[in-house]
């Protein structure tokens, strides 16, 4: 491989990924787009779901909620408001937190607790959906 | 002259509050490490998003119906002062220098006619606000029992704010903070957060000039979809900058009240003894004497 981008994922809290890939899939409002080193300049606001990062043999799977990505000349940034490798998620655990949110929501006292737990519930569902 | 019985007392209680204040310098210090971290870490994100707004921004400007976030309601008669202060007190001016900050920006409000709200993010400053513009404070939010500011909880500040925008029930928002420059060094700083300040949010250097990009979905889009997610970030990066100052004036202070009960440990050991010492050449005056006279 002569050309490699530089990817990069950062959150609000810290910056947590930066390394030279091969490619990264990246899902856009408008439908997944792969990009490459020497992409053309984009930038894109981001749907919840799953982030390919591709490397010689592996694949490398990241959940990422709200944010935007941007492909400049010199490589591609993805802000995500919340990003989590899908490799760390234990799957009872999962299950468990759905149920547990789906109770919040059940038991919620007022309408902007309600919506809150809503919110909770429906990124944990996009969450199990991707795996 | 104080009795020897009570200055042993009070080189007691002195030594004993110099021991709190020595270990709550220390804790400070240590929370400050990591107060400042975040800080740090939490830069490139805000920059990144500045830098695009920024560019966006530039495309849009002057077209119909951009988003208000960007443009203002057209007023400016009713303003919100979001005020962001510690939960803890014994932290130096801190809490004050930020309240002051604050409270000059109300008079300046009130001599040209607007409508001050305001909205406190810190219980702090609510104490210290509450006695002159009570009637003002829209809410407070507390972040008593948080450990380190996630960014839920700025995100959570930042839909309160946004709802009470689209609500309309204000025009402009300012928010004010205090930025970390040093541990002797913090500076109380006010920021527009709404309609957004396109120069303040620039940070780093627009390096996009030349670049033309490929929008997707459209410019407009993305900036309805980013702008509010700017409040947050804005909100998230002030509230880091706070909690490294509270520590870091929380550490000068300590260090300085360590400082001083020293010194004064020193004055009343001297005052003791020489105390003790009058009063034992006392006694013996009285025995020689007594013993004279037979």
Request: hydrophobic residues 45%; charged residues 25%; aromatic residues 4%.
């Amino acid at each position: 491989m002569a050309d490699r981008l530089t990817f990069e994922l950062v959150s609000p809290e810290r910056l947590l990924l930066s390394a030279q890939v091969d490619m990264v899939v990246v899902p856009g409002t408008e439908g997944e787009f792969g990009v490459l080193a020497g992409h053309a300049p984009l930038v894109s606001t981001l749907r919840p779901g799953v982030i390919s990062v591709h490397d010689e043999k592996t694949i490398q799977r990241i959940f990422v909620r709200g944010g935007f990505a941007e492909v400049t000349p010199a490589g591609l940034t993805v802000l995500a408001e919340e990003a989590i490798d899908l490799a760390s998620i234990d799957q009872a655990g999962l299950e468990a937190r759905i149920k547990n949110a789906e109770e919040d929501v059940a038991d919620a006292a007022s309408e902007p607790v309600r919506a809150a737990a809503q919110a909770q519930l429906d990124g944990l569902r996009a969450l199990q959906g991707s795996l | 002259m104080a009795s020897l019985k009570e200055l042993k007392n009070r080189i007691a209680s002195v030594r004993s509050t110099q021991k709190i204040t020595k270990a709550m310098q220390m804790v400070a210090a240590a929370k400050l490490r990591r107060a400042q971290d975040a800080a740090v870490a939490s830069r490139p994100y805000a920059e990144r998003m500045g830098r695009v707004i920024t560019n966006l921004a530039a495309g849009v400007a002057g077209r119909d119906g951009v988003s208000p976030l960007l443009s203002g309601t057209g007023r400016d008669q009713v303003h919100l002062l979001l005020v962001a202060t510690a939960e803890r007190g014994l932290c130096g001016g801190f809490n004050s220098s930020i309240a002051r900050l604050a409270r000059e920006h109300i008079e300046r409000l009130k001599r040209e006619g607007k409508t001050v709200k305001i909205l406190c993010v810190g219980r702090k400053g609510r104490d210290a606000l509450r006695r002159l513009y009570g009637n003002l404070i829209v809410d407070t939010i507390e972040h008593n029992n948080i450990r380190n500011i996630g960014f839920a909880n700025a995100a959570a500040v930042g839909e309160r704010v946004l709802a009470m925008y689209e609500a309309g029930e204000f025009d402009v928002c300012t928010l004010f903070f205090s930025r970390f420059r040093s541990v002797i060094l913090q500076i109380p700083t006010a920021s527009q957060l709404i309609p957004i300040d396109l120069t303040a949010v620039a940070g780093g250097a627009s390096d996009m000039g030349g670049a033309s990009y490929e929008y997707e979905p459209d410019e407009a889009e993305i900036l309805a979809d980013l702008l509010p997610r700017n409040v947050s970030v804005q909100i998230f990066s002030a509230l880091l900058e706070n909690a490294a100052s509270e520590q870091g004036a929380r550490m000068s202070a300590m260090d300085s009240a360590t400082r001083n009960a020293g010194d004064m440990i020193l004055k009343l050991n001297l005052t003791y003894n020489r105390t003790r010492q009058a009063s034992i050449t006392k006694e013996l005056i009285e025995i020689i004497s007594g013993a004279e006279a037979l």
